[in-house]
């Protein structure tokens, strides 16, 4: 009798344990006054968008390791008692795609809240344009800051538009400078030897002059160490781009892995791994590997993202507290533009409150709420120091953690200042010199395509595409002689790349 | 009148008596499930599972044949007939898209059948049970790293930088050799790390098979004069035959099913003739647009073929064995 209970028992924990997965949290926020906090009521002053009733409003947030949202964070509490709306959260888990995964299945099946926010507008500019979100030019009337804002960054808002000319998502502006990829060099090791950059920024032939002389007092490494990254964003320094791009000095449209300068930066790269001035597994060295190759004194100069200076250099401080990496000015004075922001939010048309929710949107332009989602409230989330804002927090990492300011989805727009507080000097002179050298945003970053258009481009554009790669790896690791270039033009060529190019045209056209 | 009613009472008696097929029939089968009742209700839920997971999403597959858009659901999509296979077999690469992926899962079968079967044979001689089991359980402990872990593994011994092998190949004077950026090694790091990973579990049911054989055959053979290697041959194969048999049938299922993640993950641009296969073409494909049609489409062909092989290679064994699935 006892071994069948147990084995009842048993039975039932599986099932339990088998129901007990949900995906979805509801975060309960009507908590607004709670005891802990009676103290510091009014965050703001009077801003009210709905003073009467108090509106219910749903949004999805993603729910990121790094700063996992909660129920009492300053920026939701903020936003509730400045416009009198209460946010009816939905939490995502956003570990890998799981955030996307859990957006298409909202779109799909029906049951989107409110207010979306992505990462990536073009994702949500395809179910968009079937119908899910609202176009925001729709009730532009209503929406007064937001036009207003618009007026002021034309250009940023077109890179969130559709294929169609629409603009679905409501712009985000703020976290791109976290996307900025610079050149850095160990700037200690240069002190060290009294090495020195020739020109500033260093030419080609310069900087091969300096990675030999790196390589004759440290013969066991490869002084420039790169990511398999490292092509695309080094190719901008010879005049090229590693894909069709469009040339504003001539006005059309040109595939850069068939261009003369595109041969002149690859036969500069065999010639560096023919030397071992880089090192031989540059496509397939993962990022730890390369982490590696820095702290180690492997590698002295690389191109990668602007906080990497600090986070490696953090690494490398613990082995020799000289351990410094200087912004370098990037080769011949050209990089490629990076500090994209990608983040936006969008508005489920089946939601049934759309210009409540357009007019809690519109809010987010004013620059009140721009300052409030930023920094938050003085005393409270900063204060001042001689004159300078300073978070309270030990860094703008924490101080995402505790208040879940400037998170994704609790602001639209907010300020670069507070980011670059946790910069490091050099990665703040990297921030503030490195615009000067890059390059304007391509449009072929960011130009939304017609469906026909986008079958060009994923059949004979990504056949040329692979192509092209295929043979840079061939030709810098000297599989393939440069004798060959013609050869391999050809081919190109043969596969379709003037229809490509001709698509792209009149894309663009349409465009303007 | 009595007479009259004896006689129908005879005839229906006698009725019932020829007609043993349907009331017997139903009566005997409803005796069968009484008797056999708990096997059916733990069979229960895999049988549903596959009616909800796997039959009912399989008309899900006309979306092959439409443009699929989200919003007008799978009755109202336009249809377009065989745009999408077209689009597929249009592009340049496809013979290399099909032989990178057909001989990847070639050789995975190739190679990955006959390991684990050497593996249990050679367990299976082993007297001392404890080391048996020990050894065993170690040998399916791979089975449950994750894919990105393995790779991760695999790129950390291949490293030519702090790589062991590299280091080894450096004391031996053979210069570096960067392996995950050379064509050649590609398919071999693929199947080896996966023969690595599945051999002990792949070895479970063949261990669980040899145990059934009888051991009077042996003590026979035995006293008939086999040495090891003759009960290896004429006892321990022909028993399990058909465990053998059945499961290379069933591999042969999967032979264009070649995983995405393992070959995402090891590809690099230097190994991209090798390293495409028909998924990574796919999600290249369908990452410009969230085309799931073509995804479907493209899915839809892998199991055609995959379809084709086992029922070729069902006919082959029903032909030269008497193992067959059906």
């Not at chain 1, 802990?36 to 999805?60: H, Y």
Request: net charge neutral; with cysteine.
């Amino acid at each position: 009798m006892s071994k069948k209970f147990i084995i009842l028992v048993l039975v039932l924990a599986m099932c339990f344990s088998l129901t007990a997965c949900t995906i979805t949290k509801k975060a309960d926020t009507n908590k607004d006054g709670t005891n802990e906090n009676q103290q510091d009521s009014s965050i703001t002053a009077e801003i009210k968008i709905f003073p009467k009733d108090k509106v219910t409003i749903s949004m999805l947030l993603p729910n990121v390791v790094s700063w996992p949202v909660q129920d009492d964070w300053f920026a939701i509490k903020a936003i509730e008692e400045a416009t009198n709306v209460k946010l009816d959260i939905q939490k995502v888990d956003a570990q890998g795609d799981n955030y996307n995964t859990k957006f298409s299945l909202l779109v799909a099946a029906g049951g989107l809240p409110d207010i979306v926010p992505l990462y990536s507008v073009t994702q949500g500019n395809i179910y968009a344009m079937q119908g899910a979100f609202i176009n925001v030019e729709n009730y532009m009337s209503k929406t007064p800051n937001l036009k207003k804002w618009i007026e002021e960054n034309k250009d940023h808002t077109d890179t969130f538009r559709a294929s169609n000319g629409n603009l679905y998502a409501y712009p985000g502006m703020g976290s791109g400078i976290d996307n900025r990829r610079v050149w850095f060099y160990r700037k200690d090791i240069f002190e060290k030897h009294n090495l020195k950059l020739p020109e500033t920024p260093v030419t080609p032939d310069g900087l091969y002059d300096i990675l030999k002389k790196l390589k004759e007092l440290y013969p066991d490494s490869y002084p420039l160490g790169n990511r398999s990254h490292g092509i695309e964003l080094m190719s901008p320094s010879w005049h090229t781009m590693e894909r069709v791009y469009y040339d504003f000095d001539n006005n059309k449209f040109v595939f850069g892995p068939v261009e003369d300068e595109w041969k002149e930066f690859l036969m500069f790269m065999n010639k560096l791994i023919k030397e071992q001035l880089t090192p031989p597994d540059m496509f397939s060295i993962t990022t730890t590997g390369w982490i590696d190759l820095l702290v180690q004194n492997k590698a002295f100069i690389t191109v990668d993202y602007v906080g990497r200076m600090d986070s490696v250099g953090a690494s490398g401080k613990e082995y020799n507290p000289n351990f410094e990496f200087g912004f370098m000015p990037p080769v011949n004075g050209v990089a490629k533009y990076t500090a994209v922001e990608y983040g936006c939010t969008l508005v489920s048309s089946s939601s049934r409150k759309i210009d409540d929710v357009i007019k809690l949107m519109d809010w987010f332009y004013t620059d009140e709420a721009i300052e409030l989602l930023t920094w938050g409230k003085e005393g409270k989330t900063y204060k001042i120091i001689d004159g300078k804002k300073q978070f309270i927090a030990d860094s703008y990492h924490d101080f995402v953690k505790k208040y879940g300011l400037t998170t994704i989805g609790l602001r639209t727009v907010h300020k670069e200042d507070v980011i670059m507080l946790s910069y490091g000097k050099e990665a703040v002179k990297a921030t503030l010199e490195s615009p000067q050298y890059e390059l304007r945003n391509n449009p072929v970053e960011y130009m939304q395509l017609t469906e026909a258009e986008n079958e060009i481009k994923s059949t004979i554009g990504a056949d040329i595409g692979k192509y092209a790669s295929e043979s840079r790896a061939q030709f810098i690791l000297g599989e393939k002689s440069f004798d060959e270039w013609d050869a391999y033009v050809k081919e190109i060529e043969k596969m379709g790349l003037a229809k490509l190019l001709d698509m792209y045209t009149k894309a663009y056209e349409r465009y303007k | 009148m009595i007479l009259f009613v004896e006689i129908i009472k005879r005839e229906l008696n006698i009725k019932r008596l020829l007609q043993p097929d349907k009331s017997r029939q139903r009566n005997d089968l409803l005796r069968k499930v009484i008797r056999s009742k708990y096997l059916l209700i733990l069979l229960l839920p895999c049988i549903i599972y596959y009616i909800l997971f796997a039959y009912l999403p399989m008309w899900g597959i006309l979306i092959a044949f439409k443009n699929y858009q989200l919003f007008a659901g799978f009755l109202k999509s336009p249809w377009v007939g065989f745009k999408y296979f077209k689009l597929f077999f249009s592009s340049p690469d496809i013979f290399e898209l099909l032989r990178n992926t057909f001989l990847i899962g070639l050789y995975s079968l190739i190679w990955g059948f006959p390991f684990p079967l050497i593996f249990a044979l050679i367990l299976n001689e082993v007297k001392n049970l404890k080391f048996k089991k020990l050894v065993q359980t170690i040998s399916y402990m791979p089975h449950f790293l994750s894919t990105v872990v393995v790779v991760g593994l695999i790129q950390l011994f291949l490293s030519p930088t702090y790589g062991f092998v590299n280091q080894i190949l450096q004391r031996l004077r053979c210069g570096t050799i960067v392996f995950l950026q050379k064509s050649s090694y590609f398919r071999t790091i693929y199947i080896s790390s996966g023969v690595w990973q599945n051999l002990g579990w792949n070895a479970i049911i063949y261990i669980a098979a040899l145990t059934n054989i009888d051991p009077n055959l042996y003590e026979a053979a035995k006293i008939d004069g086999a040495n090891r290697f003759n009960c290896l041959i004429y006892i321990t194969l022909p028993c399990i035959s058909q465990t053998i048999i059945t499961l290379f049938l069933l591999s042969t299922g999967n032979i264009v099913s070649v995983g995405f993640e393992k070959v995402f993950l090891l590809s690099n641009d230097a190994v991209l003739n090798v390293a495409d296969v028909i998924q990574t073409y796919v999600w290249r494909q369908g990452l410009q647009n969230a085309n799931f049609s073509y995804g479907t489409a493209v899915g839809l062909f892998n199991s055609v073929i995959n379809l084709l092989f086992l029922v070729m290679g069902n006919f082959l064994a029903r032909r030269y064995s008497e193992t067959s699935l059906w």
